[in-house]
């Protein structure tokens, strides 16, 4: 069954020829045939159907009126649980509810679910939650695949099409890369441009909510719906967000691209360097100036990234202590040992393993050889960028060095799982716009991402650059 | 001055520097909205950032900000026009997010100084190293339940100022002095209400102490004291026991240590290894703060007179000395008196001293004794004013003057009214004062007598009867003229 777009279902409902009633029940079935791909951590039919309840009681006009909308479970949210994939936030009802959400739902939109991720956003597989893994929804019977991570459940419901879009949140990747794998469009916007006010945090000055989608022009609505300038939320932009549907254009014609050498990586699948090819190829065809530019501190870009990241991490992570909500160990005869059974019992082992990175980083005696020069490091990064970006209007890259792999296949070795990353960290460090789309399939007929970078706040001329290779991949 | 004390063998100087935490007079908190009122029922002040729960961020009280570069100015210091907040990270029950806001490399204000003035007319100048702006933990209450303890965060997140000063106190008085200086400043600024026992102003005291001229002995840090009382108690009892282990041959371990109110004595907290590593780095979740020249000049134009300003204006104004002008002005209350009540009658200028002695003497003594301060003081300094006024004129006498001035206190009545109900004018009219003393005279035959062969000591005799007769008010000098007019002409 071909999979109906969020513009499409948008008109469908206008024009009365579908009900949010039957829109969503046709959601709540394909979510329940489903279950087995574990893509949400909250799931209840209940609660949806007391929300098209409301909605078909509510006369006002809203822009995404009953429209199926999957969170990550790491929005918090008043009428969901809120876990991050822990165990330490296991039973969590917030009582607030996230700026993203919150549009979301002014907007008149049903959140379907919760859905999984890498616990407290730290993975790239989705495979460390506590709540158990979740299934690319492209696996083959016998071979389950990962939908990548940390966003996987969201990136899996959009794929799965138990959803018309669902909310990410990207650190490193974790939009761009499970989409990628997963086979759908992911859109990580610049640093600031949607309040981070509401999701638990996992490194503050990298954590940047996003979109996933079935394609370009849906995510153009839905990020437009979640972003804008929030007074609580002290790293959030003020900057006017355009109606990035309507001003799509997909003439490309006199724009530059450019295409950074660095990005060709020794070991990169030949399907990856293929597509990547394809993709420059078609944007010449559009009258795209193509110039090759150096961004000559990117490999650097993922150790940098993996001190910085863990050392936020460290610290954000502290308030999960067992006082005053969340898990709290049972065997506790002292302050020290409520802190050590709690988080020993509450964490798993990956976000221990970067709680205790983070830790050494900023240790007394090694903070400048680490951490301070990461921040250095960090700066030139992003330095690389601006000058690249006085010479073309956007840059085309892969999105990840390989498609989907099989669910169990890096679960041991977290070096090799942290290089999923090699190409989506650097403009997350330099807080650029991101957009992956799928672009092209491997031997396995598995999809494959090219990842577009614009300047900052400039996610029109991301989605303009996207939604060109989109028709013309089509 | 010798500031030097005694050890069995050796005479030795303290080192001491104080880092002082002034909670900032503010009606939210730092990085939330969450009111800062004192005494409020547990938990009931605190906001989800307060309790650091999941997802929430920290937006900086723009107002706490300037009240740290007010007080910044009052401390005659450099203002930085960037600074930044980082996080120091530690575990506590009361510290909910898992670490304090502060300000670690680049604080909101840097090097400053204020003078502390002895009463021997010098003064002497405590640098000011840094202050920066942080945020308070919460309270845990062990003594809520035997087996359990109990966390209280209305404090927490609350905008403290920590005031660091170089370690250039070297006695417990001028430990105490120095407080009450900047206790002092805050409070003419109204950044902090200097309230010591609500905990508004607490100070962790720095001391070592060595042989006059050798290098800076090791250190302990005495966290937490809230009275000047026990600054100087502590100070004193640490100073002691560091020389006791000095002078038996040992050395001081680079100690935390806590003060016991109650036996006036420190016990350690812990040593250096124990330490904590704070992982100080800069907050993500804030921007750092960039004040411009031009916003520091509209906070600069808005702050008051300062003690030390108000002080020098005083002495030059009504030639005061250095120490009653210091007086004055150690409180702004003082000081607000002492300006309402001299600029009652444009006469009194010409009597500024005595209006010093009138208000630090008999009326802080009343006061005091009925325990009350100059806010509720039942004597309005326009009352005080008349009444100087009427001793200026002779219309009193100075003694008389100390009685009216408690019926003042107790009735609220004026000096005016007071005087004039009781007929306590001074008698100045010549003709009467010589009457009595003829009656004097004539009485005391023989005194007289033995004053003119030479008992000089017999006039206060003389003087005092004749006041008697008057009921004390005749004017004292006019007495004193015309008795020995009268006697020398007897000779």
């Known amino acids: 069954m071909p999979k109906s777009s969020l513009k499409q279902t948008l008109k469908d409902l206008d024009t009365k020829k579908i009900s949010i009633r039957e829109l969503n029940q046709d959601y709540l079935k394909r979510i329940k045939e489903n279950e087995n791909l574990n893509v949400f951590i909250h799931f209840s039919e209940d609660n949806v159907l007391k929300q098209i309840d409301n909605l078909e009681n509510d006369n006002s006009a809203k822009k995404l009126k009953g429209i199926p909308i999957a969170i990550k479970d790491l929005f918090c949210t008043k009428s969901m649980p809120t876990t991050a994939a822990s165990k330490i936030l296991e039973n969590f009802n917030p009582t607030y509810e996230s700026f993203v959400t919150q549009k979301l739902l002014d907007e008149g939109s049903i959140f379907v679910g919760k859905t999984n991720l890498d616990e407290f956003a730290m993975g790239s597989a989705t495979n460390t939650s506590f709540f158990g893994n979740t299934v690319n929804p492209l696996s083959k019977e016998n071979e389950p695949l990962a939908p990548g991570g940390s966003s996987g459940g969201s990136a899996a419901a959009v794929a799965a099409d138990l959803c018309l879009g669902a909310t990410g949140t990207d650190t490193g990747g974790s939009i761009r890369q499970p989409a990628s794998f997963c086979g759908v469009v992911g859109i990580k916007p ?23 989608s079935h394609n370009v022009e849906d995510a153009s609505i839905l990020l437009q719906s979640i972003a804008g300038f929030d007074q609580r939320d002290s790293t959030s932009a003020k900057v006017d967000i355009p109606n990035y549907f309507e001003n799509l254009d997909d003439d490309l014609n006199g724009k530059t691209v450019g295409i950074p050498k660095e990005y060709s990586i020794d070991g990169t699948p ?205 | 001055m010798n500031n030097l004390i005694k050890g069995e063998k050796y005479d030795w100087e303290m080192v001491i520097g104080l880092e002082i935490h002034a909670q900032v007079k503010s009606n939210s908190k730092l990085f939330s909205s969450s009111s800062t009122k004192f005494g409020s029922s547990p938990n009931s002040q605190v906001s989800l950032v307060d309790a650091a729960m999941p997802g929430m961020l920290p937006v900086i009280n723009k107002y706490c900000v300037e009240q740290a570069v007010k007080t910044g100015v009052g401390l005659n210091a450099k203002i930085n026009n960037y600074s930044v907040f980082d996080r120091k990270n530690y575990f506590y029950a009361d510290l909910p997010q898992g670490y304090q806001i502060s300000q670690y490399k680049y604080p909101i204000v840097g090097e400053g100084k204020v003078t502390i003035d002895f009463k021997d007319g010098t003064s002497k100048d405590i640098r000011i190293v840094r202050l920066h702006l942080e945020q308070d933990a919460g309270k845990s209450l062990h003594d809520q339940n035997p087996s359990k303890t109990y966390v209280d965060l209305n404090r927490s997140g609350v905008a403290l100022m920590e005031i660091v000063s170089e370690p250039d106190i070297r006695t417990p008085d001028e430990a105490g002095m120095y407080i009450s200086k900047i206790r002092s400043i805050l409070m003419y600024l109204d950044t902090c209400d200097g309230n010591m026992q609500e905990g508004s102003l607490r100070a962790d005291v720095n001391i070592s102490v060595r042989k006059p001229g050798d290098e800076y002995g090791t250190r302990c840090e005495i966290k937490n004291l809230n009275s000047i009382k026990f600054i100087k108690q502590a100070i004193n009892y640490e100073a002691k026991r560091q020389i006791e282990i000095l002078e038996s041959g040992g050395s001081i371990e680079q100690n935390t240590m806590l003060f016991n109110t109650s036996t006036g004595k420190t016990r350690p907290m812990r040593n250096k290894e124990e330490a904590h590593d704070y992982r100080y780095f800069p907050d993500p979740d804030l921007l750092p703060l960039e004040i411009s020249e031009e916003e520091i000049g509209k906070i600069k134009s808005s702050i008051p007179e300062l003690p030390d300003e108000l002080k020098d204006k005083f002495i ?88 009216v001035v408690e019926d003042m206190f107790s009735t609220g009545k004026t000096a005016r009214q ?21 009656e004097v005279i004539a ?49």
């Open chain 2, 316 to 403: 030059e104004t009504y030639k005061l000395s250095n120490y009653d002008a210091s007086v004055l002005t150690a409180d702004k209350q003082t000081s607000d008196y002492f300006n309402e009540t001299i600029n009652s009658d444009p006469e009194l200028k010409n009597h500024a001293k005595i209006v010093v002695n009138w208000i630090t003497s008999e009326l802080f003594s009343l006061l005091n004794k009925n325990n009350l301060d100059l806010n509720n003081s039942p004597v309005s300094p326009e009352n005080l004013g008349q009444l100087i006024k009427l001793i200026s004129t002779n219309e009193i006498s100075g003694k008389i003057a100390k009685d």
């Open chain 2, 418 to 438: 007071i005087v004039d109900e009781k007929g306590l004018q001074q008698v100045t009219d010549q003709g009467e004062i010589a009457k009595v003393i003829d």
């Open chain 1, 190 to 212: 610049t640093y600031g441009l949607c309040s981070r006010w509401g999701i638990a945090a996992f490194a503050s000055s990298l954590d940047q909510a996003g979109i996933f």
């Open chain 1, 270 to 474: 030949m399907e990856i360097s293929e597509i990547w090819e394809d993709a420059i190829k078609v944007l010449e065809k559009k009258g795209v100036k193509i110039k090759n530019i150096s961004l000559p501190h990117t490999k650097y870009a993922l150790p940098t990234y993996y001190i910085i990241a863990p050392a936020e991490a460290s610290s954000n992570l502290a308030r999960y202590d067992g006082v005053k909500y969340g898990f709290r160990s049972e065997e506790i005869d002292s302050l020290d040992e409520m802190y050590e059974n709690t988080r020993a019992q509450g964490f798993g082992r990956e976000v221990k393993r970067r709680i205790l990175i983070g830790t050494y980083v900023l240790s007394a005696g090694y903070y400048d050889a680490y951490y301070l020069k990461a921040q250095k490091v960090r700066k030139l990064i992003a330095d690389d960028f601006n000058k690249a970006f006085k010479e073309c209007d956007f840059i085309v890259t892969p999105t990840a060095p390989s498609a989907a792999f099989p669910l169990n296949e890096k679960q041991n070795d977290p070096i090799k799982m942290y290089l999923n990353d090699v190409f989506t960290v650097p403009a997350s460090l330099a807080g650029l716009p991101g957009i992956s789309i799928p672009f092209g399939k491997d031997k396995n007929n598995l999809p494959l991402g090219i990842q577009i970078l614009g300047k900052h706040f400039d996610e029109q001329q991301v989605f303009n650059a996207a939604v060109s290779l989109e028709r013309s991949y089509e």
């Open chain 2, 443 to 491: 009485d005391n035959a023989k005194m007289v007598e033995q004053y003119l062969a030479g008992k000089d000591k017999l006039l206060g005799f003389f003087v005092g009867q004749a006041m008697k007769l008057t009921k004390g008010k005749a004017n004292p000098k006019m007495l004193n003229d015309i008795l020995k007019q009268k006697l020398n002409k007897k000779n």
